[in-house]
């Protein structure tokens, strides 16, 4: 499977951390240990909500954010895909599939994928693959287990999320943590592109998954904060997997981590990920669920070699953890 | 080996909306022009009977307050016949896939809390397209190799579109009920009925016609989606026809629960006699991506050695999809 291009899309807003916890200064409050350690690791993020809107309202109606958010999840990622889909060269309506996923969307059904590539105009094979958060490790690790015979000639991933607009403003560490953009991939079992997909991986904690959630009707939940050590355990096993089974070989891999809290790098450069190749924009862009990687990965791919591995791993709500590794021809 | 279904379950809401109820509301439509337009009788609901007549489900928010069940509630019932019927210990369930377009939350995925609800530890993830989910899933697992396909997965389309319903609007009043079905696939153990083909795709330039929205109710344009619905589906049976030998006399066709007189309109067009067409729609309602499975769920044991059994399905995104599959 050759990764022929990728794009990633983000709102205009730049909410600063430090509007977040002035908010909460103005309201009498003090912000947890936790809340100060993700304002510093996060000093800002993109949003699609107006900074007026956050302040007067703090969001504490999520229902209200969809009149004035600068871009829906569905534009954003229709705004990455036609990106990814001129990059690429081709005509849109070569795409034979379209794969979606987000766990911010503002419509149950039609799926992302469907709207998405309605906004394209496309009249091709679309339905939603989601985790819990648009998570790309997942359906690239579907698309790998499908018969070369049922896969078209090119394959459009989209993972889109705006959480955003479904923080409370006035309470919890969430606040601080999320930002939102979209992502798009344009693949090929059989046309080569620059990039191939080495391997993906994708698995669930159901047990854990009710610790996070994004309400129907409200905002965002991480009942425990426990849930980003469990995050980063997750990726740790990962790198360890990974790299133990190539051996010699870890000065070739570029490391993108899950763009969570709790990521004890030090752990991960023990484990053989280099100081120096490993690449996080979580200070830029924070947790946008399962998007934020590839949305790394999108800005940062000019800067690594030819013949390199890259890792990317993913995480997003709903205890939904797993890598994808690409590798740079 | 060919996919197999090994068994199937159901699970509807026990509160009845019978169309007597409907014309009471007083919103413009009677039990006439509901039977001549959508054959509808009855619809099951999971929400109090007296909290459709005075709050018309105007803030569907607070449907979930009054509700005897949600969409997981179902889903879980469903599973635990389709897992009685098979002789599986749901422990064995190595993926589960769901299909639903009421959610109970946006995140985690509603497999994932079905798995939860179940207390299986095992992958699972939504595959959605609202109503065709049956041709949908089916279609989806035979593009997996089969060696990447655990020994026993679990499908599931489950809906509680009547806490989504508007019930000052007098279409979507008399149209929706709630559902879930479960079925049991296998591409390493043969089963009951054998998929022998299967066809999934959609049309996304059609994808605002049907809309559930996330805050709010359900909409769809309804002239524009029944054209489709009758056209498509009979396009999808006469392609099965076309391909496989399909006897009207011994096999069955059970198309997507969403009008009986849409469902006649199809079965006159390709001379379906009665007695080989399955159906739901007239007692349950519109059960969304649940109609179609449940229905074959329903019917189970009448299933007989030998026998096809057609499924063509429409429904939002634009999405549709057949599957053809052999007892």
Redesign the interface.
């Known amino acids: 499977m050759y990764l022929l291009s990728i794009a990633a899309a983000e709102p205009q807003g730049l909410l600063k951390s430090s509007h977040v916890l002035e908010l909460e200064a103005s309201s009498g409050q003090t912000p947890s240990e936790m809340e100060q350690y993700i304002a510093s690791a996060v000093p800002e993020r993109r949003t699609v909500l107006p900074l007026e809107y956050i302040s007067s309202s703090l969001n504490k109606n999520?229902?209200e954010a969809?009149e004035i958010a600068s871009d829906t999840p569905s534009s954003l990622a229709a705004q990455a895909a036609r990106s990814a889909i001129e990059e690429a060269g081709i005509d849109a309506k070569e795409i034979g599939l379209?794969l979606g996923g987000s766990?911010?969307?503002?419509?149950?059904?039609?799926?992302e994928?469907?709207?998405?590539?309605?906004a394209l105009?496309?009249?091709?094979?679309?339905?939603?693959?989601?985790?819990?958060?648009g998570e790309l490790s997942?359906l690239l690790s579907?698309l790998l287990?499908?018969?070369d015979e049922?896969?078209p000639d090119y394959i459009l991933c989209v993972s889109t999320n705006t959480p955003t607009a479904?923080l409370d403003y006035s309470k919890g560490l969430e606040r601080y943590l999320f930002g939102d953009g979209a992502v798009a991939l344009l693949l090929s079992p059989r046309i080569k592109g620059p990039i191939r997909v080495g391997s993906a991986d994708?698995?669930?904690?159901?047990?854990r998954?009710?610790k996070?959630?994004?309400?129907?009707?409200g905002h965002?939940h991480i009942d425990d904060a426990e849930y980003f050590s469990y995050l980063s355990e997750q990726q740790q096993e990962i790198v360890r997997t990974l790299l133990s089974s190539n051996t010699g070989e870890s000065d070739k891999f570029f490391f993108i981590d899950n763009h969570y809290p709790n990521l004890d790098k030090e752990a991960l450069y023990s484990l053989g990920v280099h100081r120096d190749r490993h690449i996080s924009h979580f200070d830029k862009i924070g947790s946008v669920?399962g998007t934020a990687p590839f949305i790394t990965f999108s800005k940062s791919k000019a800067q690594i070699p030819a013949g390199s591995t890259v890792l990317l791993s993913v995480a997003?709500?709903?205890?939904?953890t797993g890598y994808v590794t690409l590798g740079v021809e | 080996m060919t996919l197999s279904i090994l068994s199937m379950g159901y699970a509807h809401p026990s509160t009845v909306i019978d169309n007597q109820f409907i014309e009471d509301l007083d919103i413009g439509t009677n039990e006439e022009w509901i039977l001549s337009k959508i054959g509808i009788r009855s619809r099951l609901t999971s929400l109090p009977i007296d909290y459709i007549k005075e709050s018309r489900n105007e803030s569907p928010?607070h449907a979930?307050k009054q509700r005897e069940i949600d969409t997981t509630g179902l889903a879980v019932k469903a599973t635990e016949m389709a897992c009685e019927r098979a002789g599986i210990p749901k422990e064995k369930l190595g993926l589960i896939i769901c299909n639903?377009?009421?959610?109970?939350?946006?995140?985690?995925?509603e497999a994932?809390?079905i798995?939860?609800a179940?207390?299986?530890?095992?992958?699972?993830?939504?595959?959605?397209?609202?109503c065709p989910a049956f041709a949908?899933h089916i279609d989806?697992l035979?593009?997996?190799?089969e060696e990447?396909l655990p020994e026993y997965v679990l499908c599931i389309s489950s809906a509680v579109v009547t806490q989504s319903v508007n019930y000052n609007d007098r279409s979507d009043s008399a149209i929706w009920g709630d559902g879930a079905a479960a079925w049991i696939v296998s591409a390493k153990h043969e089963g009951k009925l054998k998929v022998r083909d299967s066809f999934?795709?959609?049309?996304?330039?059609?994808?605002?016609a049907?809309?559930?929205?996330?805050?709010g109710h359900f909409h769809q344009d309804g002239r524009a989606v029944r054209d489709f619905s009758v056209r498509q589906t009979v396009r999808l049976i006469k392609q099965i026809e076309k391909d496989h030998d399909i006897d009207w006399n011994r096999d069955i066709f059970i198309g997507h629960q969403a009008n009986r007189t849409m469902l006649a309109q199809i079965t006159n067009n390709r001379k379906i006699p009665d007695s080989n067409h399955w159906h739901n729609v007239e007692e349950i309602g519109n059960q969304a991506g649940a109609g179609a499975p449940a229905t074959l769920a329903m019917n189970w044991d009448k299933i007989e050695p030998g026998q096809q059994i057609v499924v063509a399905v429409v429904g939002?995104?634009?999405?549709w999809g057949s599957i053809l599959l052999e007892a």
Request: glycine share 6%.
């Open positions: 999520p229902r969809i379209v766990a911010t969307p503002l419509q149950t059904i039609p799926s994928a469907q709207r998405v590539a309605g105009s496309l009249k091709t094979n679309a339905y939603d693959i989601n985790g819990s958060s997942l579907n287990k499908w018969k049922r896969l479904r994708y698995k669930t904690s159901a047990g998954s009710s996070t959630r994004v309400e129907i009707y965002i669920l997003g709500l709903g205890a939904g | 928010e979930r639903t377009c009421t959610p109970e939350e946006l995140s985690p995925s994932q809390r798995a939860d179940l207390g299986v530890e095992c992958l699972a993830y939504d595959v959605c397209s609202a949908l989806y035979r593009n997996f190799r990447e999934f795709t959609a049309d996304p330039t059609r994808c605002d049907v809309v559930v929205d996330s805050f939002a995104g634009l999405s």
